[in-house]
């Protein structure tokens, strides 16, 4: 009994291990989708790969469409493409089977990083080991498998590690000062977000360098050690990066406080943990249709958050171990000053629970710690949650994988959404047999097909036709225009975007298929 207890966290990480290997094999032959941010990042490697210099973007300027604009890309970190396209070098895969890659590497490399945290902060082999089984039943563990998130999945390979680091480092030395500076610089570079993060851990190594000292003179020096790599590490960053353009943490619009700014980050613990956010398409950023009215989904995030402080209050007074006391409330603490004060803000950062997924995993083990306290009716009701969780994440991806196979394909082996597999193959014909012509697409992925040509990349329209004017507007003539549209788009979707281009006349209007509209503007008005 003993022996098959002893052995009972090895089965589940070989179990674990065999989940991810076995996705990973899925997803090489389905590889995923793109999200819009790494999107616009594969959009800079592109115009890389044609001369634009690093993390600069070219692209058709609407001030003139005749020239080009060039744009260092702060919004995002480079990690997002530059690790995709690291292993499509190294491997000479297509960028698609990169991508495959350094998700698959990421999941095991965050989960191995992970499993050394949890035991480092106290936690048994067997309660470490459930937690990541819990982990990976989360639907945004699902997500990179259908859409690839950039940032999101390369930062979940490091954060394990980065917070094995803040426990494992006792001693104010060069071990220390290094490993700070080095952890500001490649979190950052793998996700610009993790900054916040950077910070709380920082707090929390801080303080548990001065342990029950009592002294002003060792706190003061454990902050040298701690914070001038990190003055170094963010002082580099922000000169060399951040300073040359717009990013997320910029152009604050006014102050504005709803209900929901800071009651979203305090329920994230729930929202994240529990992936209840994900199987609500959204409480309040949406991707997808809205389950909710504004006044349920209200209700529903002030309940998360009540439940969410009462969790994290039940692991602070349950689980014995102070480093991990510390590391909960600090990252919660700082989570919701920094996104509360960002809401109050207005700036542009989504609601969204994939945000404070650092979150959800630092309460992961004092949640299946909690639950082994439980007296067998609440142990059978938590497994319920569990089932359900991991049920709807194994339909999302059953769902996700059936919709990629089928999607459109070009050069580039990642699946295409927004256009048909017959009109790709028209575009990337006309791409091949034209020079001196200028795309438009509805949507930041299309363009990565070409070879040849300019593309402008158009957001989608809703069907409340609310757009932002100023990003649609493209001034000038610049040879001939190539727009895509999907035949929905007939009627004042339609027109939306032929406004966009009023210096152009004379336009040749041909199906490309049954589903996609080509119009050919090739005369100046």
């Known amino acids: 009994m003993i022996s098959k207890k002893n052995n009972a966290h090895q089965i589940i990480l070989v179990v674990i291990g065999v989940i991810v290997l076995v996705s990973g094999i899925v997803l090489f032959l389905i590889p995923p989708a793109l999200f819009t941010d790494p999107s616009q990042g594969f959009q800079v490697l592109q115009s890389m790969q044609h001369g634009g210099g690093f993390n600069n973007l070219v692209a058709p300027d609407q001030g003139d469409i005749a020239q080009n604009y060039t744009q260092f890309l702060t919004w995002w970190s480079p990690?997002?493409?530059?690790?995709?396209?690291?292993?499509?070098?190294?491997?000479?895969?297509?960028?698609?089977?990169?991508?495959?890659?350094?998700?698959?590497?990421?999941?095991?490399?965050?989960l191995?990083?992970?499993?050394?945290?949890?035991?480092?902060?106290?936690?048994?082999?067997?309660?470490?080991?459930?937690?990541?089984?819990?982990?990976?039943?989360?639907?945004?563990?699902?997500?990179?498998?259908?859409?690839?998130?950039?940032?999101?999945?390369?930062?979940?390979?490091?954060?394990?590690?980065?917070?094995?680091?803040c426990v494992a480092l006792k001693q104010a030395d060069w071990k220390l000062?290094?490993?700070?500076?080095?952890?500001?610089?490649v979190g950052f570079f793998l996700k610009s977000s993790f900054l916040w993060m950077y910070g709380a851990g920082l707090i929390c190594l801080w303080i548990r360098q001065a342990d029950r000292e009592r002294s002003l003179a060792k706190w003061v020096k454990n902050a040298f050690w701690v914070g001038l790599p990190a003055i170094i590490a963010i002082a580099v960053i922000d000169h060399y990066y951040i300073a040359k353009g717009d990013s997320p943490i910029t152009g604050a619009s006014g102050l504005k406080l709803t209900a929901e700014?800071?009651?979203?980050?305090?329920?994230?613990?729930?929202?994240?943990?529990?992936?209840?956010?994900?199987?609500?398409?959204?409480?309040?950023?949406?991707?997808?249709?809205?389950?909710?009215?504004?006044?349920?989904?209200?209700?529903?995030?002030?309940?998360?958050?009540?439940?969410?402080?009462?969790l994290v209050w039940f692991i602070i007074r349950r689980v014995a171990n102070n480093n991990y006391r510390l590391f909960v409330v600090v990252f919660y603490g700082v989570a919701v000053l920094f996104?509360?004060?960002?809401?109050?803000?207005?700036?542009?950062?989504?609601?969204?629970?994939?945000?404070?997924?650092?979150?959800?995993?630092?309460?992961?083990?004092?949640?299946?710690y909690l639950a082994t306290q439980l007296k067998t009716a609440y142990k059978v009701v938590f497994a319920f949650i569990f089932l359900v969780i991991a049920g709807y994440s194994v339909s999302y991806l059953a769902h996700g994988y059936a919709i990629n196979g089928k999607l459109a394909r070009g050069i580039t082996g990642v699946a295409q959404p927004n256009i048909d597999q017959t009109a790709l193959n028209q575009v990337l014909k006309l791409d091949h047999e034209k020079r001196g012509i200028t795309f438009v697409f509805i949507g930041d992925?299309?363009?990565?097909?070409?070879?040849?040509?300019r593309y402008v990349a158009l957001q989608p329209i809703s069907d409340s036709l609310k757009i932002n004017a100023d990003d649609y507007e493209y001034a000038g003539f610049g040879g001939p225009?190539?727009?895509?549209?999907?035949?929905?788009?007939?009627?004042?979707?339609?027109k939306l975007v032929m406004k966009s281009f009023q210096n152009y006349a004379g336009w040749n209007v041909s199906m490309l298929d049954a589903n996609y509209v080509l119009y050919v503007g090739d005369r100046k008005k």
């Open 481 to 494: 225009l190539y727009i895509v549209l999907p035949e929905t788009y007939n009627g004042p979707k339609e």
């Open 445 to 453: 992925d299309i363009g990565l097909e070409l070879q040849h040509n």
């Open 261 to 310: 700014t800071f009651t979203y980050p305090l329920a994230s613990p729930v929202l994240s943990g529990f992936s209840l956010d994900d199987m609500l398409n959204g409480l309040v950023d949406h991707f997808g249709k809205p389950l909710f009215s504004q006044q349920w989904a209200l209700i529903i995030l002030v309940a998360a958050a009540l439940l969410s402080i009462a």
């Open 112 to 165: 191995t990083g992970l499993f050394y945290f949890f035991r480092k902060i106290g936690f048994t082999p067997l309660i470490a080991s459930v937690s990541l089984l819990f982990i990976v039943s989360q639907v945004v563990f699902m997500v990179p498998h259908i859409f690839y998130s950039g940032g999101e999945i390369l930062l979940f390979a490091f954060e394990g590690w980065f917070l094995y680091g």
């Open 339 to 368: 996104f509360g004060i960002s809401y109050l803000r207005q700036l542009n950062i989504s609601m969204e629970a994939r945000h404070f997924r650092i979150i959800g995993l630092l309460i992961t083990p004092g949640v299946i």
């Open 79 to 110: 990690g997002q493409y530059l690790v995709p396209y690291f292993f499509q070098l190294v491997t000479g895969l297509n960028l698609a089977h990169g991508i495959v890659i350094a998700t698959i590497l990421a999941e095991l490399l965050g």
């Open 177 to 185: 000062f290094l490993f700070v500076l080095l952890a500001g610089f």
